[in-house]
């Protein structure tokens, strides 16, 4: 039984490349889900999550009810996080980007977003004056914590079998100071909750599936297997962005695009 899902954040219309990431998702699905991403409150709009229900259906899917708004169940990226810092495996990183962009350009060879750290020294004092902060996950940590697991974190990926190197991606945010979950830590306690065997999304994630795999051996979760799609590009040879007007579902199905345009557009072969 595989069980996939399509999880887009309502920050603007769904363009053809989430057509073609909701399209492949469901193809190789025997139970499709659909979950939407609504944790940055800034930045989504129910009017955007509206619309992706209508430009799905549009496109002849269907999802299994209830739809999971993650805005509703903060509680449990809550719980979640708590367990974390319960376990002893994350820290406060009271940093700003702009500090830790100086402190990785003092260390040239590792790539410029990789943060290695811990509990800060002066972390009284900070938490006394109210400071902002983030929680990372600790690689040491979650290594001691792990022993012989973490050299077993093997995963399935596009059809290979993989070892997970969360190293690469540095010590990840989880959560931040009164917001208890990243899109990694929402994203992998909803797959694992969802039941979901498969995940397919687009290669630009191709890195987090890493960082995923550690997270799901720390809460003992099941590991599904990943598959990533390659990324559609525009016009301009760019990747398909939502502030790409021309190519989002709702200006194509304007200009009279059927459905069945769309499909044979994105999978010429089929
Ligand atoms: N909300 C994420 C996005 O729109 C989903 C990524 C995923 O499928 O894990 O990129």
Redesign the pocket.
Known sequence: MIVT?????PTGHLHLGHAFSALTAAAAADRFLLRI?DLDTGRCRPEFETAILEDLAWLGLRWEAPVRRQSQHMADYAAALDHLIGAGLVYRDFRTRREIAADSAAAPHAPAEVVRGGTAADEPERLARGDAFAWRLSLDRARDHLGARWDALWFEADGARVQADPARLGDAVLARKDFPAS?HLA?VHDDALQGVTL?V??ED?REAAHLHVLLQALFDWPTPDYRHHRLLTGPDGKRLAKRDRAQTLRSLRERGVTPDDVRALLFPSS
């Open positions: 899902r399509f999880a887009p954040s991403e899109y994203s995940v999304r687009g994630l």
